[in-house]
């Protein structure tokens, strides 16, 4: 789907940054706690610090410019054009997972689908998310614990998942939004061919 | 500054004083329900799924409605002793109408078992239940009452501001955007009171709204509201009630640390052009909540993205350069409250970061709803706004002089800092390795590593909230004696 997906790496990113942003905030702590044992005068002191923040002024517009010009073509929402290979319907609902290859035009309670399906990899897989009941969430994770896609199972509405599985294995599916009691353990699996 | 006579001031100070007991008890209590939370999910005890939810709404709506009370409540002391006329009798009806509030929620959680969340995400409370109908009536009406009770108090606050100071115009600033001179300064504290109470006049009566909504629910079962709608309206409630308790403390940093670094800190364009904009992010950054909704009009999620990334800039580029000019080469004495107020920003600052990662589209598709929404929100809040709130009654209780002679609550500050940074990381990690949150245990996800990660992260965790509160204990002992003495003390302001 994106580089992104494929490789894995939004955690691994969320955290350098992170933590490169935390330890910067930590170090400019301890420069003011250090500095401020000297004194200077109140408007040469300011002078100075408002010369930096001009320059960073320059600096955030220029990350925020970027980051906004980056992460905007990476959103996870169907294309109008969206022509996926395969279609899968899921219905959440307290505390099961209801899931069957293509569309239906039966409610969300009247349809009946299993806790598994079994999709192709590399292929264009488009899930139909709607809820029997409350809000749900339909996380799908790899075999190794990484979140791979997901999307909200809301009653009422149906949310289109767009996603290519990179490669063959069990995937699984949980709940991340919280719907009660069971809320930890809907689970169901996805079979990748 | 308004002339408050003494009689008045005794009347602020005793309703300081009730705000901060009040606090003070109550908020090691919701720490220890945190902790059952953590140690539950680490297995090393089993509170039932049942009861880790009621502790988990518990704690969550606790510490929310806590912690926007005591900085309303710290907020209002400030303006009233030294700027303008608060009506006493409103403040007692807000501390009496929210302690009913809150009664109504232990009520409902503890006794009746309600466990729908704090934010009782539509139609939750009233489909799966595992509690009675009488404790989801209970707590929507006492939540009606927060509402109401926080409503009144936002809207007296903004209205005498606004008497006093010429005009709503004039308390967010307008009057420094002109070519005129300004006659009468604006002390900041008015212009962010101003800037954060009015959206939270507009959250409350959404708040009003969805809550009357789930009101008819619960009594016609029939009903059924549109999900996104209410949704919408939740989110923005609750997002907006969370950001503007980090600015009502944010006034009196504002107010209160050039009385540490000896340096003014005034109004001026940059200032309110800051704010300003401040005021339209706080309305329409609530939308990153809402991402994984994918029906969702698209405008609107890239307006999240929009207005998040940009709140950036002024919380930065003007607040948090505004303490840097405050405190560089200043000489200031490091006594608990400035290194509170600095360290509070500080958090505010890497929290407000993890933030904005996440509201970022493309990294919410996998962190949303992982352990990395409660690190973030828990750096916000337990490194920010509780600091901002502690320096706030240290300096309420203590003079300077006092601060400088007292080693102990300093001890007990850093213990409880570096105690909390330890615990929200836990959390991070959590998120980093897609650990879901509000999951009473992880033993029914089917990937062992997740299960095992999640577990031994949430074990670890628990160590460091004994810590954070040993410290906060040191700090008590201190902050108890003072405000005793405070209180007592009829020549202290």
């Given amino acids: 789907m994106d580089i992104f997906n494929t490789l894995l790496s939004i955690q691994s990113f969320a955290a350098t940054i992170s933590f490169i942003a935390g330890a910067l905030v930590v170090s400019v702590v301890a420069f003011l706690m250090i500095s401020s044992k000297n004194v200077e005068e109140k408007h040469l002191a300011k002078e100075k610090v408002y010369k930096v923040r001009d320059k960073y002024f320059v600096f955030l517009s220029a990350c925020i410019v970027a980051g906004l010009f980056i992460s905007l073509r990476l959103l996870p929402y169907s294309p109008f054009e969206s022509h996926p290979d395969q279609e899968v319907t899921v219905v959440a609902m307290q505390w099961a997972w209801k899931m069957g290859i293509g569309k239906t035009d039966l409610s969300p309670s009247e349809f009946q689908g299993i806790n598994e399906v079994t999709v192709e990899s590399g292929k264009h897989i488009q899930f139909l998310v709607t809820s029997a009941d409350v809000n749900h969430n339909f996380a799908i994770y790899n075999n190794a614990g990484d979140l791979v896609a997901q999307t909200q199972a809301m009653p009422g509405y149906q949310n289109k998942l767009d996603y290519i599985f990179p490669e063959a294995g069990e995937y699984h599916v949980l709940c991340l939004e919280y719907c009660g009691l069971a809320h930890g353990f809907m689970t169901a699996t996805i079979h990748v061919k | ?493």
């Avoid at chain 2, 902790?35 to 988990?56: A, C, P, S």
């Avoid at chain 2, 309110?272 to 950054?285: M, R």
């Avoid at chain 2, 920003?345 to 589209?361: L, N, R, Y």
């Fill in chain 2, 1 to 493: 500054m308004s002339q408050i006579n003494s009689t008045d001031f005794k009347k602020q100070k005793n309703l300081i004083a009730l705000w901060s007991y009040t606090f003070l008890i109550i908020f090691p209590l919701l720490i220890i329900l945190g902790l059952l939370m953590r140690l539950n999910q680490g297995e090393v005890i089993d509170l039932g799924i049942d009861n880790f939810y009621v502790v988990m709404t518990l704690h969550g709506l606790g510490m929310a409605g806590l912690l926007y009370s005591m900085a309303f409540g710290a907020l209002w002391y400030l303006l009233a002793s030294r700027y303008v006329k608060l009506n006493i009798k409103v403040g007692y009806f807000i501390y009496t109408t929210v302690i009913i509030g809150v009664v109504g929620l232990v009520i409902a959680t503890l006794i009746g078992k309600f466990g729908a969340g704090w934010y009782l995400l539509y139609p939750l409370p009233f489909k799966g239940t595992f509690w009675p109908g009488w404790a989801t009536a209970l707590s929507i009406i006492s939540l009606i009452l927060l509402g109401i009770a926080w409503l009144i108090g936002n809207i007296h606050v903004v209205y005498a501001l606004a008497r006093n100071f010429g005009g709503l115009a004039n308390i967010i600033g307008w009057q420094y955007l002109g070519r005129k001179k300004v006659d009468t300064e604006l002390p900041p504290v008015v212009l962010i009171a101003a800037i954060s109470l009015i959206p939270g006049v507009i959250a409350f009566l959404a708040g009003a709204v969805f809550l009357i909504m789930f009101l008819l629910q619960n009594f016609e079962p029939g009903l059924n509201f549109d999900n996104l709608l209410v949704k919408n309206l939740i989110f923005f409630f609750g997002h907006t009630l969370v950001n503007i308790t980090l600015y009502c403390c944010l006034g009196w940093v504002y107010a209160l640390l050039p009385e540490y670094s000896g340096r003014e800190w005034k109004v001026n364009k940059l200032l309110v052009y800051s704010w300003n904009a401040t005021f339209f992010f706080i309305l329409f950054a609530y939308f990153h909540h809402l991402y994984m909704d994918f029906v969702q009009p698209k405008p609107l999620h890239i307006a999240g993205q929009l207005a998040s990334y940009f709140s950036a800039i002024p919380a930065t580029a003007v607040t948090m350069f505004g303490v840097i000019s405050q405190i560089y080469r200043s000489k200031i004495r490091w006594t608990i409250v400035p290194t509170t107020f600095l360290l509070g920003v500080a958090g505010w600052a890497i929290g407000g970061f993890a933030a904005v990662v996440d509201s970022t589209i493309a990294i919410n598709k996998i962190l949303h709803n992982t352990l990395w929404v409660p690190a973030h929100f828990h750096t916000y809040m337990l490194t920010g706004v509780v600091l901002f709130l502690l320096g706030f009654l240290f300096h309420l209780t203590q003079t300077k002089d006092e601060q400088v002679k007292d080693k102990l609550s300093i001890t007990g500050f850093w213990t409880f800092l570096i105690a909390a940074h330890c615990f929200v990381a836990s959390f991070y990690a959590g998120g980093l390795n897609s650990i879901p949150r509000r999951y009473s245990d992880y033993t029914g996800i089917p990937m062992a590593s997740t299960h095992s990660t999640g577990a031994t992260l949430a074990a670890i965790s628990t160590i460091f909230i004994y810590i954070l509160l040993i410290g906060l204990l040191i700090m008590y002992f201190s902050i108890f004696k003072n405000l005793r003495q405070w209180y007592k003390n009829p020549s202290k302001t």
